[in-house]
């Protein structure tokens, strides 16, 4: 048996000003801050052995590959969709200062059980959707490293 070596690497500080529950909005991407952070992997996996790169449709999260993916011109990004953000029903929905929105009556039905979690997709759900996307993954880096 061949142990893969997969790193899964959350993209970037957001540019998010109006404190957006952004979820799988499109739209947005890196805050400077974020940028910068997307150089830094660049960086760091600049001399990794790694043959298979994989990211998230979400612009955010392309852009943080891109510097990593620059480093290694030789491979294409694949964009999968199970690398993606859990389902929300706050998503696109400012939560203000004090998370009013956590406070109107009409969002508690959508709080009523934090183990499913009620208000999206399962724990589970994600598990599984982001375990397969590994064990691919890792498929194709038999001879070197993997990059979610």
């Given at each position: 048996?061949?142990?893969?070596?997969?790193?899964?690497?959350?993209?970037?500080?957001?540019?998010?000003?109006?404190?957006?529950?952004?979820?799988r909005?499109?739209?947005?991407?890196?805050?400077?801050?974020?940028?910068?952070?997307?150089?830094?992997?660049?960086?760091?996996?600049?001399?990794?052995?790694?043959?298979?790169?994989?990211?998230?449709?979400?612009?955010?999260?392309?852009?943080?590959?891109?510097?990593?993916?620059?480093a290694?011109?030789?491979?294409?990004?694949?964009?999968?969709?199970?690398?993606i953000?859990?389902?929300?029903?706050?998503?696109?929905?400012?939560?203000?200062?004090?998370?009013?929105?956590?406070?109107?009556?009409?969002?508690?039905?959508?709080?009523?059980?934090?183990?499913?979690?009620?208000?999206?997709?399962?724990?589970?759900?994600?598990?599984?959707?982001?375990?397969?996307?590994?064990?691919?993954?890792?498929?194709?880096a038999?001879?070197?490293?993997?990059?979610?």
């Amino acid at each position: 048996m061949v142990n893969s070596v997969v790193h899964v690497v959350r993209h970037g500080q957001v540019h998010n000003p109006e404190g957006v529950l952004y979820g799988r909005q499109p739209g947005y991407g890196l805050s400077e801050l974020g940028r910068r952070m997307a150089e830094r992997l660049g960086e760091y996996f600049a001399e990794a052995n790694l043959v298979h790169l994989v990211s998230s449709p979400l612009q955010r999260a392309q852009e943080t590959m891109a510097p990593i993916a620059a480093a290694h011109p030789h491979l294409i990004v694949t964009i999968d969709e199970r690398v993606i953000e859990a389902a929300n029903v706050f998503e696109g929905k400012s939560f203000g200062m004090n998370n009013e929105i956590l406070l109107k009556p009409s969002s508690w039905w959508a709080l009523r059980n934090p183990l499913r979690p009620s208000w999206g997709e399962a724990y589970t759900s994600i598990a599984v959707r982001m375990q397969a996307a590994i064990t691919d993954a890792a498929s194709h880096a038999t001879e070197g490293e993997a990059l979610i």
